[in-house]
């Protein structure tokens, strides 16, 4: 699903150029549960925004199921991340001015499909998360778990084969954080492909495997037992 080869990125500070990855090869299979470990600065968040076709690669190849979109453009590049992958942020990334339900539509809108099957989709995500009585309220009117459910529902809509979620439990207490993981390991259950970005490692232990990731470069790939 996910191929990454030898994947560099550098980003120009003016008169300088940081090397943030440096040369990343990592395969994920379809209907697989990956989470990535390392500390802060590793370039963690980096990668996952080549993952998700947020930015693209400075070198290196990058196929998405099957496509080479290294050479995509930014037009070709928003309708595939559109399509195949669902994002999970640590700060929720919800639009203030939006109820719960319109939070969950708009990747829907973006896909031009019609108020009735937005409406029928975005209803289905909403009651997945456990959320259909809290579809008019605004972000600041629900708990932190509450907005990050309302997060998955929306990255969950357009049924993406893909999910990535970097620190998903990152703001929230401990009760919220075991709920949204419970949540995370039911959508492996049900065939996703999941990265999981975190630099916690019970967090990671969640996954059926972890990577580590330090100063841009792949470490070790372990199995996790359960
Ligand atoms: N747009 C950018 N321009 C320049 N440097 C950047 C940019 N984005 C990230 N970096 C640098 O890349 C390095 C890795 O950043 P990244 O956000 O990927 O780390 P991370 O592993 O996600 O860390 P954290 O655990 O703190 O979220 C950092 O040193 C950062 O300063
Ligand atoms: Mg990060």
Known sequence: ??????????????????????????????????????????????????IGCLDAPTTGEYYLAGREISTYNEKQLSKIRNKKIGFIFQKFNLLPKLSAFENVELPLIYRGMNSRERKQLSMEALKKVGLSDRINH???????????????????????PVLLADEPTGNLDSKSGSDVMNLIRQLSSEGKTIVLITHDSEIAKEAESTITIKDGLLLNNMTNLF
């Open 1 to 50: 699903m996910i191929d990454l080869r030898n994947i560099t990125k550098t980003y120009d500070m003016g008169s300088v150029q940081v090397q943030v990855l440096k040369g990343i090869t990592l395969h994920v299979d379809e209907g697989e549960f990956l989470s990535i470990i390392g500390p802060s600065g590793s370039g963690k968040s980096t990668l996952m925004n080549m």
């Open 138 to 160: 605004k972000p600041t009117e629900l708990s932190g778990g509450q907005q990050q459910r309302v997060a998955i529902a929306r990255a969950l809509a357009g049924d993406p």
